[in-house]
């Protein structure tokens, strides 16, 4: 069975590896720009109907989107894109002062519409895969980010029914700060601690807020308070 990246692959996932996903190739893609290879992974969820409505989508070149995975609510595994090329799937964003995110990525769309709670198959699988893609590509904790990380404002996925912390507490995402914020509590020191974990896009200050909160703390309403910094500052 040929490894994850090559061209030629069964179309039925494979009963001794159940990471060999079903391969079902888009034709949206095309090759990293300047030499770039993957530092990061974007995580989406796919707001369709199911998770073959998604896959058509995504495969349709009438509508220039593709990412390199899809995962089915009952932990289906699809691969659309090699991970060697650039699949279009983030879209203008920035993260960590970088552009072109699609260049530096890898895009993993998940079978959800965002309002529900992800499902254990689903996100077994998730953190099965995360694991090997980070592994080949020697991509750490902090580069595994949501699509409302790069695009605050213009993304909310995968949105603040997924679980974070699930995956921080497994090192497959950047574990947030939890000591106690210092003083001043102040937008233009929020501004800069939030860049500083990553959130460099441009953006208004209220933006900026939701985006972190989307985040770390999807239930908090209100004005920006010290709690929103505890998530940022060590």
Same mark, same amino acid.
């Given at each position: 069975?040929?490894?994850?990246?090559?061209? *030629?692959?069964?179309?039925?996932?494979?009963?001794?590896?159940?990471?060999?996903?079903?391969? *079902? /190739?888009? !034709?949206? =893609?095309?090759?990293?720009?300047?030499?770039?290879?993957? %530092?990061?992974?974007?995580?989406? #969820?796919?707001?369709?109907?199911?998770? +073959?409505?998604?896959?058509?989508?995504?495969?349709? /070149?009438? *509508?220039?989107?593709?990412?390199? #995975?899809?995962?089915?609510?009952?932990?289906?595994?699809?691969?659309?894109? @090699? @991970?060697?090329?650039?699949?279009?799937?983030?879209?203008?964003?920035?993260?960590?002062?970088?552009?072109?995110?699609?260049?530096?990525?890898?895009?993993?769309?998940?079978?959800?519409?965002?309002?529900?709670? =992800?499902?254990? /198959?689903?996100?077994?699988?998730?953190?099965?895969?995360?694991?090997?893609?980070?592994?080949?590509?020697?991509?750490?904790?902090?580069?595994?980010?949501?699509?409302?990380?790069?695009?605050?404002?213009?993304?909310?996925?995968?949105? !603040?029914?997924?679980?974070?912390?699930?995956?921080?507490?497994?090192?497959? &995402?950047? !574990?947030?700060? %939890? +000591? &106690? /914020?210092?003083? !001043? =509590? %102040?937008?233009?020191? =929020?501004?800069?601690?939030?860049? &500083?974990?990553?959130?460099?896009?441009?953006?208004?200050?209220? %933006?900026?807020?939701?985006?972190?909160?989307?985040?770390?703390?999807?239930?908090?309403?209100?004005?920006?308070? &010290?709690?929103?910094?505890?998530?940022?500052?060590?």
């Amino acid at each position: 069975m040929p490894a994850v990246g090559t061209r *030629h692959r069964s179309a039925v996932p494979s009963t001794t590896d159940p990471l060999t996903p079903i391969w *079902h /190739p888009s !034709p949206n =893609f095309g090759p990293r720009r300047d030499g770039l290879t993957p %530092t990061l992974i974007v995580l989406h #969820y796919t707001a369709m109907d199911s998770a +073959n409505a998604a896959l058509d989508r995504l495969c349709d /070149p009438e *509508h220039e989107v593709s990412a390199h #995975y899809l995962i089915g609510a009952d932990g289906a595994l699809w691969q659309m894109v @090699e @991970e060697k090329d650039r699949a279009w799937h983030a879209g203008a964003g920035e993260w960590q002062g970088q552009s072109d995110i699609n260049s530096r990525s890898v895009g993993i769309e998940l079978d959800n519409s965002g309002a529900q709670p =992800f499902s254990e /198959p689903q996100m077994s699988k998730l953190e099965d895969l995360l694991r090997q893609i980070m592994t080949r590509w020697s991509i750490p904790s902090s580069g595994v980010i949501g699509h409302s990380d790069m695009a605050p404002g213009r993304k909310t996925d995968p949105g !603040p029914k997924f679980d974070w912390l699930r995956l921080e507490r497994q090192h497959l &995402a950047e !574990p947030r700060a %939890t +000591n &106690a /914020p210092l003083e !001043p =509590f %102040t937008q233009e020191e =929020f501004r800069r601690c939030a860049k &500083a974990a990553g959130f460099s896009a441009p953006t208004d200050d209220q %933006t900026l807020l939701d985006a972190v909160r989307l985040r770390y703390r999807p239930w908090a309403k209100g004005p920006l308070c &010290a709690k929103d910094f505890s998530v940022l500052r060590s």
